[in-house]
């Protein structure tokens, strides 16, 4: 087992000679990197708020510098200990940013931020005894890109990480904004004081610690937890022109070849592949991990170094070992096991001996086991296995960090390297005959690094044997790993800094015990500059822009000379202008960090502790497993209150370079011919939907069978419905292209079987087949055209679907009789024929072939493997079943018939079966948690309920004008063209303007309110109103169909992450069908029943007629409204009409509460505001 085990995890091996080489190969690899911004798109994130302390320089009890030679700061390099700080952090509180939170547009987000930071600042105000009076200074950390104008004055980029909020956002002014909702008067203003991106807060804030001298460098910062990032400064000269600063300052006696950029990597996003693919590191357990993130192909480097990804490749790899190496089926695991990051990282962190019993109790603990006929058994094996697994992982990412690390200092120039690995021993020792070998320290932070199983001291060890195997025993220089936790990650070193330079304007505000010249006791300040006036101003615009600062040529915040007073400009690096690295040919977005500010006064070296605090917000840090812990839910809603100036900052921001109009690389004139074949294709299949409406009868009557008209549209209904979900998920497996290729097949071929058919049977048979197909390029071309147009544009696009609907339903309609009687029933049904040929063609050639591919490297059969076949016959059966009973019974079959009631009680047995068996699989056809987590089970179950009040309303409307108002079947027809040209204009300008108002939740608000509206109205109807006051009396409803039927498309998919459009969308398109279907069979039993009830209320018996003529005359009324017009005026005939009055009216009434609930069911959902794309 021993050596199966070994052999197993071999692909994950790395030893000190590929680790070495991958050093020099990126090396070279950074050289050329352009500098570039992007964001992650996934992970966790958090909010941390607390006040920040500084105690000093005269603190440290490890040696005179702090900084030993041997282990981390005079500590092993498996201790977790970490050394004393010069800064504390006290009364600081931790939230998760939940997913409803990211969802939110900006103004509630950062009210909710805003709330926060009044929480801290209250109890601050409390302990402290801090003013309430004046402005409180706060640094802030944001580990997102983002343009810095000023040290105070930030503008975010494209957030990513989940955050579905728009770019181009004045950070300063909604967090001071967010603040000023959230506080009550008692609470003090705060003031912007610094902004910073995390990484470079790192190293500059353990530069700010460390204590540096001849032989210790602060050389960079490096963060391992939730992601893998590093800062370094680089000659300005070996950077591309345009990523360098227009203007720098320099300190006296430097000039500008001495000037650093502090550039925070990224390692570069996915540009260090090429050297990974190449030293065969990405082995397959990544390629899968790859191709099932949220965006494929991006951040290889992180996948294997840090973050929730390290679990889910252990994950993976003992799911892979247990199935293929033991033979144990994947439907007799813990379900937990089987699911996405079941297995976190922080479990596989301390997942190490002392014993095989130990592993065995903890295995046990974290995954129950299964309930399955079989149960699966933890074994000590077993448990042995995972963590050479786990070990194997870690390893393996030492080693890479280890050779990225030295990658970066050589590319930095600190470390010597030759040129060739050919080269031989590196004979780079003058530099060490000159004087003592120099110490790099690199500052660490994050929890990967700390805590996931001897990371840090295998990463030393890496680091060691790559300096030895480059220079030998004479190596002029040593790398060492050192933690920065304090003040790091969190930007807490940094953000005092900041406020030390505004306590010219605001000393009061910040400290606990203040001199009357309100100066902090026993420190020396010279005047304030100007510049420095100007930045600790109040937290208005600055009307003047400070000139940038460069690393000083010293190492760091200390030099060499014999004075005791520091000059702070040496601690400037904190305010060095910063990038983020990427890939080269990426097209560069906006560059992180400019940090530009004016020189500051200096200050004793000698000073006391300060009894300084600011409160310093941290956020957003992404939690070491990206799971959150409950947090209250956000009360803020969608609706923007008093952000008129947050959208004038955000509008005020420096342009950005236009996106893509498509998705995919998609150029405009392939797009357009997709599209355009897409929706001729719906134009026919929709025109098909409608045309049985005025043509059936002719159908009918030539078959003989006008007793099986219903079955008609009952056929199409049911195929068109049952199938979509699963045409949805196959697409994910198999891409877009062939099961839309398919459903055209079908399509055409069962349009020609309807045009040949030479029985009712066939026909019927053939209408099934039309569905399926109809069906199915209905929901793939939605599908396709949310693959290739951004969500920013959608909702304009799917303007351009409801005027195509709206055009081919009712052409089908006018036009089916017409054909019919001029042409022939049958070329009614052939002449679509060739159309949707013509469309296959096009759509064969010009769809991307592998559109929509979830998993790209995966053949045919492996994607089939996973693909959920149980729940597809579940869920296609209770569907079918579901759409039987209702639809035939008390229309075509009674209820009490065997059919009704067997289809009822196999949906009842099926439907609970189906919801089982989806919470087992991985990839369900119907993923349970879209009908239980919101804002998507909101959404789902408000477009569920429009969609039954649009059918209910439709199908008991006619029934008042026909038996209520006495007007023909010809007059109530034409009744309902006013409401369906108001839905479907409504509908028309609802997409429109989501896309310019970039809002999502005022078409969900206004559908269900007009909903409610509408149905209130038609509960109050009565006899002997004028006609206009009808039609009035529609409109409304129709007003809310047509907000909320493309308002919850736009949504849900916007709720949603792109990889699950296709799911959402079948999904979202089942249960309006299955809205449909219930809407008129609930309202017709409804309807039945108050009619029976109040036509033996109101119905009297006339003299000589006994029980059994009311009993038939009851019974013949109810069958057939025609029965009521053709009754002899009189009061019989009024007691009949006042009957269906009363019943029609109650049921309107019962419409009322499923619109209330639509109402309860969107108010509090919170969605995210599109962003603008040019």
């Not at 001849?214 to 490096?222: E, I, W, Y």
């Not at 002392?354 to 399955?372: C, D, R």
């Not at 040593?478 to 010219?504: E, F, K, Q």
């Not at 296959?840 to 493997?865: C, S, W």
Request: a neutral charge; aromatic letters at 8%; hydrophobic letters at 40%.
């Amino acid at each position: 087992m021993k050596s199966d085990i070994e052999q197993f995890i071999k692909p994950l091996a790395i030893d000190d000679t590929t680790v070495h080489a991958l050093s020099h190969e990126l090396y070279r690899t950074f050289q050329h990197l352009s500098a570039n911004s992007l964001t992650s798109t996934s992970g966790g994130t958090n909010l941390r708020v607390g006040f920040i302390e500084l105690l000093g320089n005269d603190i440290s009890t490890n040696g005179e510098n702090g900084i030993n030679g041997n282990g981390v700061n005079g500590k092993p390099h498996d201790s977790d200990a970490e050394s004393p700080s010069n800064i504390r952090r006290v009364l600081e509180k931790s939230w998760p940013i939940l997913d409803v939170l990211k969802n939110e547009n900006a103004d509630s987000l950062f009210k909710w931020i805003g709330c926060c930071i009044a929480e801290v600042v209250r109890e601050g105000c409390e302990v402290f005894n801090l003013p309430r009076d004046q402005e409180l200074p706060m640094g802030v950390t944001f580990s997102f890109p983002m343009v810095q104008n000023t040290l105070a004055d930030a503008t975010l980029m494209a957030m990513g990480k989940g955050f579905a909020i728009t770019s181009r956002l004045h950070l300063g002014t909604h967090l001071i904004n967010g603040y000023e909702k959230a506080k009550t008067p008692d609470l003090p203003p705060i003031k912007v004081a610094a902004i910073l991106n995390d990484a470079v807060a790192t190293l500059v804030s353990f530069i700010y610690q460390s204590k540096e001298d001849s032989t210790n460098k602060a050389a960079m910062g490096l963060i391992c937890g939730t992601g893998s990032n590093a800062t370094i400064p680089l000659k300005r000269s070996t950077l591309h022109k345009d990523k360098q600063p227009g203007e720098v300052k320099v300190l006296n006696g430097d000039t500008t070849d001495d000037i650093k950029i502090a550039v925070n990597t990224e390692w570069s996003i996915n540009g260090t592949a090429p050297p990974l693919h190449k030293f065969g590191l990405v082995n397959k357990w990544d390629t899968r991990l790859d191709a099932e993130g949220e965006a494929p192909g991006f951040q290889p480097l992180e996948y294997m170094t840090s973050g929730r990804y390290l679990g889910e490749l252990g994950r993976l790899m003992l799911l892979d070992y247990l199935e293929h190496h033991l033979n144990i089926a994947p439907d007799t695991l813990p379900q937990k096991l089987t699911t996405r990051f079941g297995l976190t990282t922080t479990f596989l962190s301390h997942f190490r001996p002392p014993n095989a019993a130990a592993l065995l109790k903890k295995l046990e603990a974290e995954f129950p086991e299964s309930t399955a006929k079989a149960p699966f058994r933890w074994t000590e094996e077993i448990a042995l296995i995972l963590y050479k697994i786990a070990k194997a992982i870690e390893v393996r990412a030492a080693g890479i960090i280890a050779a990225a690390i030295v990658g970066l200092l050589a590319c930095a120039g600190d470390i010597p390297f030759r040129e060739s690995l050919q080269d031989g021993t590196n004979n780079h020792t003058p530099e060490a005959e000159k004087g003592p070998q120099i110490n790099l320290i690199v500052g660490y932070t994050g929890g990967c690094i700390v805590h996931f199983q001897d990371y840090l001291a295998d990463c030393q060890k890496f680091l060691d044997s790559i300096i030895r195997t480059e220079f030998g025993d004479n190596a002029p220089v040593r790398v060492s790993l050192s933690p920065c936790h304090d003040g790091g990650i969190t930007g807490a070193g940094v953000n005092p800094l900041a406020v030390l330079r505004n306590w010219g304007l605001r000393t009061t505000t910040v400290m606990t015990t203040s001199d009357n010249d309100a100066r902090p006791h026993g420190q020396d300040y010279e005047p304030v500059s100007e510049r420095t006036a100007l930045l600790g101003g109040s937290r208005g615009r600055y009307t003047q822009e400070p000139e940038p600062i460069a690393i000083p040529r010293g190492n760091g915040l200390y030099n060499d000379s014999e004075s005791d007073d520091l000059d702070p400009n040496e601690a400037d690096l904190l305010v060095a202008r910063s990038y983020t690295s990427g890939a080269s040919g990426l097209a560069p977005e906006a560059f992180e960090s400019a940090m530009l500010r004016g020189r500051r006064q200096s200050w004793s070296k000698t000073r006391q502790a300060s009894l300084t605090r600011s409160i310093a917000s941290i956020s957003p840090r992404p939690t070491l497993n990206g799971h959150y812990e409950e947090a209250p839910e956000s009360p803020f809603s969608d609706v923007d209150t008093n952000g008129g100036d947050l959208e004038a900052a955000t509008n005020a921001a420096h342009s950005q370079k236009p996106m893509p109009a498509f998705l995919i690389d998609t150029d405009r004139r392939r797009f357009y011919i997709v599209f355009l074949s897409i929706m001729f294709t719906h134009f026919v299949a929709c025109f098909d939907g409608t045309i049985m409406a005025s043509s059936h009868p002719v159908i009918t009557s030539y078959f003989r069978s006008s007793n099986s008209a219903s079955w008609l549209s009952t056929a199409f209904l049911l195929t068109s419905t049952a199938f979509q979900p699963i045409i949805g998920r196959l697409s994910d497996t198999v891409g877009r292209k062939p099961p839309y290729l398919a459903t055209t097949v079908i399509f055409a071929l069962a349009t020609l079987w309807c045009a040949l058919a030479q029985s009712m049977t066939g026909f019927i048979l053939a209408r099934a087949a039309c569905g399926l197909g109809a069906g199915g390029v209905l929901g793939m071309g939605s599908i396709i055209i949310s693959d290739l147009v951004p969500i920013e544009r959608r909702g304009s696009y799917q303007s351009y679907v409801n005027i195509v609907y709206g055009l081919a339903s009712a052409s089908g309609a006018a036009l089916g009789g017409l054909m019919a009687d001029s042409l022939g029933w049958r070329w009614e049904f052939g002449i679509q024929v060739f159309p949707i040929v013509i469309c296959f063609v096009v759509a064969f050639v010009a769809i991307p072939n592998d559109l929509g591919l979830q998993n790209k490297h995966q053949t045919f059969r492996e994607g089939m493997k996973t693909f959920d076949f149980r729940g597809s016959v579940l869920l296609t059966t209770s569907t079918t079943f579901l759409i039987l009973g209702l639809n035939l019974g008390g229309n075509v079959l009674p209820w009490s018939h065997p059919f009704i009631i067997a289809s009822l009680v196999i949906f009842g047995i099926s439907f609970p079966t189906c919801l089982w068996a989806e919470s087992r699989h991985e990839r369900p056809i119907m993923p349970l948690i879209l009908l239980h987590s919101s804002p998507r089970a909101n959404i789902i179950f408000s477009n569920f309920i429009a969609s039954f009040l649009l059918n209910a309303i439709l199908f008991n409307t006619p029934l008042f004008f026909q038996a209520v108002l006495l007007t023909s079947a010809t007059k109530s027809g034409l009744y309902l063209v006013v409401p369906v040209a108001t839905a479907s204009a409504t509908g028309t300008l609802t997409g429109f303007l989501i896309s310019y108002t970039r809002r999502l939740k005022w078409p969900l608000t206004l559908g269900t309110l007009f909903y409610l509206l509408g149905t209130l109205l038609l509960s109050s109807l009565r006899r002997g109103w004028p006609l206009f006051a009808y039609l009035l009396c529609l409109v409304p409803s129709s007003i809310g169909q047509g907000f909320q039927f493309p308002g919850t498309f736009m949504a849900v998919l916007a709720a949603s992450e792109h990889r699950e459009q296709a799911v959402v969308t079948s999904t979202l398109v089942l249960w309006r069908a299955l809205g449909s279907v219930l809407g008129v069979a609930f309202s017709s039993l409804v309807l039945q029943n108050a009619l029976l009830r109040y036509l033996m209320e109101y119905v009297e018996v006339p003299e000589g007629k006994g029980v059994e003529w009311k009993m038939a005359l009851v019974e013949k009324v109810r069958e057939s409204v025609e029965a009521v017009a053709a009754l002899p005026d009189g009061p019989l005939k009024d007691q009949v009409v006042a009957s269906y009055e009363s019943a029609v009216r109650l049921t309107f009434l019962f419409l009322v509460g499923f619109a209330a609930v639509s109402v309860l069911l969107i108010m509090p959902v919170k969605l995210p505001r599109l962003g603008a794309r040019k």
